[in-house]
């Protein structure tokens, strides 16, 4: 078989994308048991309040001055896809919305013209350590649906279709499919206006699991001009076409082909495809825009407006401890996780 494999990366906190993607964030701290506040129960001297990325024993405050996370900020013209696999985050937006969503869930949303958010990580367990995994990835907007009203969506972790094959020695192999099909397995229906709504986006964001000696294939894409990139976050690496990529490495490789990968020692992959949107991209912060224009127009629209207005009392809102994961819409409706 030919190498499928097209170029290679290393991986940190934040990984190269490529179009329709701008950003992934890959967010592994392991967090301290938390106090009263459900913050961390231990010392923050030392840190750089307000702007902690170091990882100092492991886990970073990031802007959060109580509560790790992300206190209120702005975003306009993409959108977000928040996927917790270990721990909990805590949403709230100038729509109204507020959540409690992790162990699993993915939250979807939408910034179209402007919104406001927060996502702060409670650390709820006051006896043991509370690890938070997560991945954020950024998807771009096409030029003509950047200004669509803002969009809020739960995707519950029980609502993600799993792909599970288990060998006569016990070992398996899954695959969450969050986003795209994966064969004929469908996942839910992403925001309405979002690119990976349209057929012919081909996004996928499917996560892997390969135990230890065994094997998964991945199909051709359905387009040839689809872009694939495998993330090797995980475990001990993969093999493609008997090339190794060890966990820590991110792959753009063919998507015109069938590819099989295989494990030895097991992995974890986060798989980003999609057909590129292909239009320029000009960013500034929390901004994507297609031209500077566009940026400079929404500087004076967010200072102007505000996108809204801030409707909570504190920047960075955090739930009750004993809150299970829940989410409530803009329209008041609230939903439980499942489970």
């Known amino acids: 078989m030919e190498n499928p494999i097209l170029q290679t990366v290393e991986l940190g906190l934040h ?6 993607f701008l950003f992934c964030a890959h967010h592994n701290d392991a967090y301290p048991a938390g106090n009263e506040l459900q913050g961390p129960d231990e010392s923050l001297d030392g840190r750089e309040i307000g702007m902690d990325f170091v990882g100092a024993d492991g886990w970073r405050m990031y802007h959060g001055d109580v509560v790790p996370g992300f206190p209120q900020h702005p975003h306009r013209g993409f959108e977000t896809v928040t996927y917790v696999r270990t721990g909990y985050a805590d949403h709230s937006d100038s729509l109204g919305a507020t959540a409690r969503f992790g162990q699993g869930d993915v939250q979807w949303l939408t910034a179209g013209a402007g919104i406001v958010h927060a996502e702060m990580f409670p650390l709820r367990n006051k006896t043991e350590a509370n690890p938070l995994e997560l991945f954020q990835i950024w998807l771009n ?3 003509a649906d950047k200004m669509v009203d803002p969009y809020f969506t739960m995707i519950w972790a029980n609502d993600i279709p799993r792909v599970r094959s288990t060998d006569a020695s016990g070992r398996s192999t899954e695959v969450l499919v969050l986003a795209g099909s994966y064969g004929e397995i469908t996942p839910p229906t992403p925001p309405p206006n979002s690119w990976a709504a349209r057929l012919v986006s081909d996004v996928a964001i499917w996560h892997l699991h390969l135990d230890a000696g065994t094997s998964l294939d991945l199909p051709a894409a359905e387009s040839e001009d689809t872009v694939r990139t495998i993330y090797v976050f995980d475990g001990a690496g993969i093999q493609i076409a008997g090339v190794d990529l060890p966990a820590g490495t991110g792959s753009v490789v063919r998507s015109d082909l069938a590819i ?3 494990s030895s020692g097991g992995a974890e992959c986060l798989v980003l495809q999609g057909r590129p949107i292909g239009e320029p991209v000009a960013r500034q912060g929390p901004f994507v825009m297609n031209d500077e224009q566009g940026l400079r127009q929404t500087f004076e629209d967010y200072r102007r407006t505000g996108f809204g207005g801030w409707p909570w009392p504190v920047n960075g809102p955090v739930h009750p401890a004993e809150s ?12 439980h996780a499942p489970g």
């Open 260 to 262: 099989t990968l295989e």
């Open 141 to 143: 907007l096409p030029g």
């Open 15 to 20: 990984w190269p994308t490529i179009d329709p």
């Open 324 to 335: 299970g994961r829940f989410a409530r819409f803009p329209d008041g409706h609230i939903e």
